[in-house]
């Protein structure tokens, strides 16, 4: 069986400030792969990046970037320098193969100006 | 590029009534995926085709839900006589397999928003 751990319900920052949403994962697959997506009010959902099982580098892209370590099963996701647009539901998200998703509870990110 | 759209967007409706959503994915995609969200929760999945072969379905998928994708696709998801508790968002995500079986990135439409009433 997988599972997904967001262990944050909700979370609210002031703008520009550092935020890191924590995912955690359990799957006995050893080729599996992680997703974040982004949820906004108007519902629908954003893909943000896939991770496969095999490659643990770290990846940045802009503000946003994702820690995976495979030895604490995480996959955590850190925004910089928040912004009011980044205010959203996020949520991580584990797959083997071409099959279903299955998605965490989400986290509830509310940046305030 | 389009993406993968639904509709209706939202739909009011009366215990006991039928509805039926459609989705149409990305244009090259072989596999079409269908969620359901309760409020406060991710996404929970229902069923999945490759082409017009329904190859899953989830235990949540009662037999008063439907799907078909008969022509490969676009793709309906109908609820007979529906109830309160089938209040929700409804979502459906188109992905391309490949033949190397690595996992290609599920893109998501808005999704149709049910109301029962």
């Known amino acids: 069986a997988q599972k997904v751990t967001q262990a944050q319900t909700e979370i609210s920052v002031v703008e520009k400030e550092d935020v890191t949403l924590d995912c955690v994962y359990e799957t006995r697959d050893t080729t599996y792969y992680l997703f974040w997506y982004k949820q906004p009010p108007s519902g629908e959902l954003v893909f943000l990046i896939r991770r496969n099982s095999f490659d643990e580098q770290n990846e940045i892209s802009g503000r946003y970037s994702w820690n995976f370590q495979k030895s604490t099963s995480s996959f955590n996701f850190t925004i910089t320098a928040s912004q009011v647009v980044d205010s959203a539901v996020y949520f991580c998200?584990?797959?083997?193969?071409?099959?279903?998703?299955?998605f965490g509870t989400g986290t509830r990110l509310t940046i305030i100006p | 590029d389009t993406g993968v759209s639904q509709n209706p967007r939202h739909k009011i409706t009366k215990r006991g009534q039928n509805v039926t959503f459609r989705c149409d994915p990305i244009s090259e995609h072989n596999r079409l995926y269908w969620y359901r969200q309760t409020l406060g929760q991710g996404p929970e999945f229902l069923t999945y085709f490759q082409n017009e072969a329904q190859l899953e379905k989830s235990r949540l998928l009662s037999d008063r839900f439907s799907a078909e994708r008969p022509k490969g696709s676009f793709s309906t998801l109908e609820i007979q006589r529906t109830e309160q508790g089938d209040s929700a968002m409804y979502l459906c995500a188109s992905s391309l397999a490949r033949k190397d079986r690595k996992q290609e990135t599920q893109y998501f439409g808005p999704g149709t928003r049910l109301l029962v009433l």
């Open positions: 998200a584990l797959v083997r193969g071409n099959e279903k998703l299955t």
